[in-house]
């Protein structure tokens, strides 16, 4: 007959066994695809290294397309970089995207009326300044760019009719620009 004491220290012997294979074996905690790239981009952002931080975040959105965030930044940097029209794309394709949070919805749109201020395109900007005023009704910061977009719209109309020799006043000018606001 075998002696209990042989039988617990063996089961407190397999016990311990079974502890380290389930240690050693148990699945490692993965990095999110994606996430490196992302990282040193973020650093060459910082470092005002903005091409060597686009080609990071195109890499970052290839392992993981569900990056909204490098999504953005890379929209915002090809604005940074003249390319305003290629930017807005970006932007309003991220837009179409379902299970967006309020706080990202306001992100993208706040990219894109900058993406339209920057190609002129103020119709346009006024129209992502209303989107996001219905995401957020008191948004300080898109009230600003959409009495600035306002503005500057009004003031490139009166230019153009004084182009067309129309003689406008300055006080009239500033009297239709208020109008806008």
């Excluded at 389930?22 to 695809?33: E, G, S, T």
């Excluded at 060597?52 to 909204?68: C, G, H, S, W």
């Excluded at 300080?140 to 600035?148: E, F, G, Q, R, V």
Aim: proline share 2%; with cysteine.
């Amino acid at each position: 007959m075998i002696n209990p004491i042989y039988i617990g220290v063996g089961a407190i012997v397999l016990l311990i066994i079974a502890i380290i294979l389930v240690y050693f074996l148990r699945p490692k905690k993965k990095i999110k695809a994606g996430f490196t790239e992302y990282t040193e981009a973020l650093n060459f952002i910082i470092s005002g290294e903005k091409r060597r931080a686009l080609e990071k975040l195109r890499q970052a959105v290839k392992k993981n397309t569900a990056n909204i965030d490098a999504y953005i930044k890379i929209g915002d940097l090809l604005r940074e970089l003249g390319q305003p029209e290629q930017s807005a794309r970006i932007h309003l394709d991220l837009t179409v995207r379902t299970n967006l949070t309020n706080a990202y919805q306001v992100t993208i749109w706040r990219s894109l009326i900058l993406d339209y201020y920057a190609s002129k395109d103020y119709d346009h900007a006024l129209q992502a300044c209303n989107r996001v005023l219905e995401l957020e009704r008191n948004y300080a910061w898109t009230l600003s760019k959409k009495n600035k977009s306002s503005k500057t719209k009004a003031i490139g109309h009166l230019r153009l009719k004084r182009s067309k020799r129309t003689v406008i006043s300055q006080s009239r000018i500033n009297s239709r620009c208020l109008h806008f606001i």
